[in-house]
């Protein structure tokens, strides 16, 4: 029942993210020439596509660097390979689901299944996901601040997905903060916030909700207690995040170079990366379809012009994101059957022993 739930949930996000970007890109394209757009892409050198889709790899590749560097902390046995599977799990997970809300569990659950516990799971997961986040706000920060920023915010559009992204970006840092400084602080504020909840008929079983509230508590604590006695194994992690992030947000340039086009640095476009990931990141939208590819051709126009902005915004979204949404959800069903297949073996084994 629990599998048959995944798989329709998994083909809901699916379903709404295609319904969305078929419905964008038919309106995108509608006072455009196709031919126009096929021939521009048809220049592009295919050397710099090739280097754009090899740092989408190599970020994929440092989230399992990540997870492999935790669980080798937490003294789990685990290898590399295993590892970066679950970074492209967490990758296909997060994109089919509103708000990457999938990812994790999927991660955990696969992890799981390779003998890793949840308790070790969870407290590795969450590591890299702090990490991340900070990562990201600093980037976003820096961008923020930059010289270009001024020339690409001009939209009110963007300037108000800026300020939501920030704010919910902020809330969950302080969020974090408050974990990791003051558990109980959140435990009271989620006690209050659920019985609200259950007042207004929006929760039904008060006893349980509280129950799973005190357990994510103590796993989120184990998490604090653990980053705060380890800063060699989160400074790592960190690192690795930084030059993740970096390489996910300079995906544009080499489209960019690609086009032949010259003018803005390398950090220009990778700061209007930056700017346009914090303002999409936080909208409840699988993989955030239709709002990248529409903050992109707003942000990016200065760039690329608006003769080749709508080519570049469909060979960035290639490169960062469809393509490899497609290997990574090939790799998740891989891992899922060859899991299967292992469990499977070892409880035959265990039978034949107990027989």
């Known amino acids: 029942m629990e599998g048959l739930k995944s798989k329709k949930s998994q083909f809901l996000g699916i379903g709404i993210m295609v319904v ?14 196709p031919t126009e757009i096929i021939n521009a892409i048809k220049n592009v050198k295919p050397t710099f596509m090739l280097i754009a889709l090899g740092l989408m790899a190599f970020y994929i590749i ?22 970066l599977g ?39 997961l969450m590591v890299v996901f702090v990490a991340h986040q900070l ?25 108000l997905l800026l ?19 003051s558990p109980k602080t959140v435990f009271k504020i989620l006690n209050v916030s659920v019985l609200f909840l259950y007042k207004i008929k929006l929760v039904k079983n008060l006893d349980k909700m509280k129950n799973k509230i005190s357990v994510s508590i103590q796993e989120y604590e184990a998490g604090a207690i653990y980053m705060k006695n380890n800063p060699k194994v989160i400074l790592h992690v960190t ?20 086009f032949g086009l010259s003018g803005f640095s390398m950090w220009d476009l990778m700061f ?27 942000l990016f126009r200065i760039f690329f012009g608006s003769g080749l902005v709508i080519p570049a915004m469909l060979l960035t979204r290639i490169a960062n994101f469809y393509s490899v949404l497609i290997i990574s959800g090939i790799i998740s069903l891989v891992m899922y059957i060859t899991t299967t297949k292992n469990i499977s073996a070892n409880k035959e084994i265990k039978e034949k022993e107990n027989a």
Do not use: H
Not at 20 to 33: F, H, T
Not at 103 to 123: C, E, H, N, V, Y
Not at 135 to 159: E, H, L, R, W
């Open 239 to 258: 690192l690795v995040t930084m030059i993740q992030i970096a390489a996910l947000f300079i995906i544009p340039y080499f489209i960019y170079k690609g």
């Open 86 to 124: 679950y970074g492209f799990v967490g990758f296909y997970f997060s994109s089919i689901t509103p708000s990457a809300s999938g990812g994790q569990p999927a991660q955990i659950f696969f992890m799981k299944r390779d003998g890793i516990s949840m308790t070790s799971s969870s407290l590795g």
């Open 163 to 181: 300020l939501y992204g920030f704010l919910s970006n902020a809330v969950i840092l302080l969020a974090i903060a408050l974990l990791i400084f």
């Open 272 to 298: 209007a990366q930056a700017i346009l990931n914090i303002a999409v990141s936080a909208l409840p939208l699988p993989g955030a379809v239709g709002a990248s590819e529409s903050v992109f051709v707003g």
């Open 135 to 159: 990562v990201v706000i600093a980037y976003g920060i820096a961008a923020f601040f930059s010289p270009i920023s001024d020339n690409i915010t001009q939209m009110t559009g963007v300037k």
């Open 62 to 83: 440092c989230e399992g660097i990540n997870i492999w560097i935790m669980m080798k902390a937490l003294n789990k046995k685990t290898n590399i390979k295993n590892c």
């Open 20 to 33: 969305i970007m078929v419905g964008y890109i038919a309106y995108v394209l509608k006072d455009e020439s």
